[in-house]
């Protein structure tokens, strides 16, 4: 935020203070719910537009979200931690999890949990076309504790089990 931003919410503050501090009468309440209001409105707008002014920043850690991902599983981290969370990619850019995924949407219409899924599908798919290894057995080296929720989430995106997209190709 620039010095004249800082200052304007800075002045809004204030005048909540000062509200606050005036004798209540019947418009401190409404005063006070438009200021914080008003106060809201240039934070939402602060914080939207810097997806907009940082692009190659945040091409950057898009960029960096996806090789942490791919290595994610390529690695046996998935056998320690099991399936992955936004909160841990967003840990390792050094991001907050609601920053990163609130990222991710602006520039791809995706969110986190839209991404990895979207990878773990893929690689799914990948097994299922390649390999005779059961349902349940991929389920688990894509870190999932439980094949139904794996068979659940790959039914949810493909439109068919994880059984019917095997016989299917």
């Known amino acids: ?13 204030e005048d909540i203070e000062s509200e606050l501090k005036l004798n209540i009468d019947i418009h401190s309440r409404t005063l006070v719910v438009s200021s914080i209001e008003l106060l809201l409105n240039y934070c939402n707008r602060y914080y939207d537009r810097q997806f907009i002014t940082r692009t190659e920043i945040n091409k950057d850690l898009i960029s960096d979200f996806h090789r942490l991902l791919k290595s994610y599983f390529e690695s046996d981290e998935i056998q320690h931690l099991g399936f ?79 059984v019917e997209y095997r016989n299917l190709n």
Do not use: C, R, W
Request: net charge negative.
């Open 1 to 13: 935020m620039s010095d004249q931003e800082q200052q304007k919410l800075g002045t809004i503050i």
């Open 84 to 162: 992955p969370s936004i909160k841990y990619f967003a840990e390792q850019l050094h991001l907050s999890p609601n920053y990163l995924s609130d990222l991710l949407k602006k520039e791809t219409s995706k969110n986190g949990t839209e991404h990895i899924q979207y990878h773990v599908i893929e690689l799914a798919k990948d097994k299922l076309l390649n390999s005779s290894v059961s349902v349940s057995e991929i389920a688990y080296d894509l870190g999932f504790e439980y094949p139904q929720y794996f068979s659940k989430m790959f039914k949810k995106n493909t439109g068919m089990t994880p």
